[in-house]
């Protein structure tokens, strides 16, 4: 896992080492800096290394084949790539060191670009072809590593993250509509979209060809799943997704460095836990975050700590348990920077300490469950969704008296029912709408009425033109034909995974160089459940069927069936105690005046409609918040 940054078009050696410089998080083992003269050939390529496989220098990036016309700076991991290094040997084709990075050049040479098709992996890299005067630039399927570009003219700048493009002064820093409407709606920008008007990302599943007389974008793989499905054997597909599984994990544990986990006492990174200890000689090492007792009171979720625990001590790990104390004020401006588009999760605050945990413990690569929900059916929406379509059966006249009685809940007063009014309250939204708005409004953390407050008129035709959920209009009409459960999975692989999960998950690790791998959506995985009925991914209310199947006798039936626990932080307990001071400062009335982005008056309502536990807002007010932060580190140009 690296970092990368380019430039096509230009011979800057100046300014692609300052591109390169500030993503040194990402690769703090090595860098390599090539500049192309030719005036017709002018590229300039930058790389910052994470050494994974192969630790010697003959990993150095760029790399070149034997005759220097072909260029890679590379960022992933490719888990086939010892087959393809055999089928490659076997043609001719000779290599100078053990990496999967040399693989990419000849696995060019052998089939030309098609050969991303054949790669097993999470990857975004740049190959410049200087015979073809060709710049390829590719993203693997699911968008597991990030790759960002900005056009000018003639010219192209890429990079693993966005402050490499900012090194150069002429990016205009305009902030981007439909970015912002979704942003604030979702609390994420949907891809290929970010808040920089100018900036936008190589879609996952794409290859982006930039030449001399044009450029193009290509799409290499699309999820796609049965329109119909044959009477299936569930012993049978469970014993086979749990060979995938195991086979899946023993790829991604190659590595010559230590490997870890993320372990939350949950089914997913138990899961990955009970395969992992097969393949690990040594006791693996394992991360937890918990949160103080009184931090937890709005939440309405076990704690991590005791399952992992039972987990640690079951395998025999080396565990390391991080308890968050609440010096969230001076890691949110940390955390924002390197996330560059703001995510309103407070997971990627508790990814953010545990990968700083575990590099402190000489830890580079983690595994982590990342992926199950999307692929399993694991998700708080998913259930509601199954549980609407129960509702639609009730009489009218009761789903009218049930609407009625669920609004009048308290939404934050605390307490033991406060997250089960919460989520009551939230279902009641959306409950009786069709299925695509239903889904949507499940998604949503600003509705249409939060929207025109916050917003005013100055986005109102946007948001009655429906933009701020553009993107998952798209996916979900290209999906009109499968089964309703499917159509949900392939909206948040298309959207939540890449977007948010992927995205924090690589910039909170990478900010101290730290691998993390995702086995629950190794391509062979992912291939064979869409083929899967999708009534053995939720059966009834009960939810990644199959996957706790395949599990059985793994681990234990009270972490199988266990309620499932998010993998965030007490935001609901910070927004009211702990960032109290922060949001009145930075979210008061001449503050958002002079940002000039939301209505003050609304904003004020929003803080003291959630303090009063009438309203649970504070997602949404930690979205702006969020926002402001981005705003003060990215635009007025703050260094936390």
Not at 37 to 60: C, E, F, K, Y
Not at 218 to 224: A, I, M, N, P
Request: proline share 5%.
């Amino acid at each position: 896992m690296c970092g990368i940054a380019g430039i096509w078009g230009e011979a800057n050696e100046e300014l692609i080492r300052r591109m390169t410089a500030v993503i040194s998080h990402r690769g703090p083992d090595d860098c390599g800096i090539k500049v192309f003269t030719h005036p017709d050939q002018a590229v300039s390529l930058g790389h910052r290394r994470l050494s994974i496989i192969d630790l010697s220098s003959a990993g150095h990036q760029p790399m070149t084949n034997e005759d220097e016309t072909i260029w890679v700076v590379f960022n992933g991991e490719i888990y086939n790539f010892p087959e393809l290094r055999k089928n490659l040997l076997a043609t001719g084709h000779q290599f100078r060191s053990r990496t999967d990075t040399e693989v990419l050049i000849h696995g060019y040479e052998e089939w030309g670009i098609d050969f991303v098709k054949k790669l097993n992996g999470i990857f975004a890299f740049a190959l410049w072809d200087s015979k073809r005067k060709l710049l390829q630039l590719a993203r693997d399927r699911y968008g597991v590593k990030p790759l960002f570009y900005w056009k000018q003219g003639h010219r192209l700048l890429f990079a693993s993250e966005i402050k490499s493009l900012l090194r150069d002064p002429n990016l205009d820093r305009e902030v981007d509509t439909e970015a912002l409407l979704a942003y604030v709606k979702f609390r994420y920008c949907p891809e290929p979209l970010t808040l920089f008007k100018q900036v936008r990302k190589v879609p996952p599943g794409h290859v982006m060809t930039f030449g001399v007389e044009k450029a193009s974008s290509s799409r290499f793989y699309e999820l796609v799943f049965c329109d119909t499905h044959a009477p299936a054997d569930e012993t049978a597909l469970a014993t086979r997704l749990r060979d995938l599984l195991f086979e899946a994990v023993r790829r991604q544990m190659i590595s010559d460095v230590p490997v870890g986990l993320f372990l939350s006492g949950g089914v997913d990174s138990g899961g990955l836990l009970a395969m992992a200890k097969s393949f690990s000689p040594k006791p693996l090492k394992t991360f937890t975050i918990g949160f103080r007792q009184e931090d937890q009171r709005f939440e309405g979720q076990p704690d991590d700590i005791r399952y992992a625990r039972e987990l640690a001590r079951r395998f025999k790990t080396d565990h390391q348990e991080i308890i968050l104390e609440p010096k969230i004020v001076d890691l949110l401006p940390r955390v924002i920077w390197h996330l560059e588009d703001p995510i309103a999760d407070p997971a990627g605050i508790t990814s953010y300490l545990i990968c700083q945990a575990a590099r402190q413990q000489d830890t580079k690569v983690l595994l982590s469950g990342q992926g199950g929900d999307e692929v399993f059916c694991g998700y708080p929406w998913h259930l509601a969704i199954q549980l609407s379509r129960y509702y639609d059966r009730l009489p009218k006249a009761v789903r009218a008296l049930i609407e009625k009685l669920l609004n009048k809940l308290p939404a934050a007063k605390g307490g033991p029912l406060t997250a089960t009014f919460r989520r009551l309250r939230k279902f009641n939204n959306s409950a009786s709408l069709e299925f695509e708005d239903r889904l949507i409004g499940f998604l949503s953390y600003a509705y249409g009425e939060n929207l025109s407050g916050l917003l005013g008129e100055r986005y109102a035709g946007s948001i009655n033109a429906g933009l701020p959920e553009r993107s998952h209009w798209e996916l979900l009409k290209r999906s009109s034909r499968w089964h309703y459960i499917d159509r949900m999975l392939h909206l948040d692989m298309g959207t939540f995974l890449p977007s948010l999960n992927l995205a924090y998950t690589d910039k909170t690790s990478m900010a101290f160089g730290v691998e993390v791998r995702v086995p629950y959506i190794d391509n062979e995985v992912v291939d064979f459940m869409a083929g899967v009925p999708p009534e053995l991914k939720m059966r009834g209310t009960t939810r990644k069927y199959l996957m706790k199947q395949a599990l059985r006798g793994l681990l234990p039936a009270h972490i199988l069936n266990r309620k499932k626990a998010g993998f965030g932080a007490p935001i609901r307990t910070w927004i009211v105690s702990d960032l109290k001071e922060m949001i009145d400062d930075l979210l008061c009335e001449s503050n958002l005046k002079r940002r000039g982005f939301f209505e003050p008056h609304y904003v004020s309502r929003l803080i003291q409609e959630n303090a009063s536990g009438r309203h649970d807002y504070n997602y949404l007010i930690y979205i702006l918040l969020s926002f402001e932060l981005w705003c003060r580190v990215y635009l007025d140009k703050q260094t936390p």
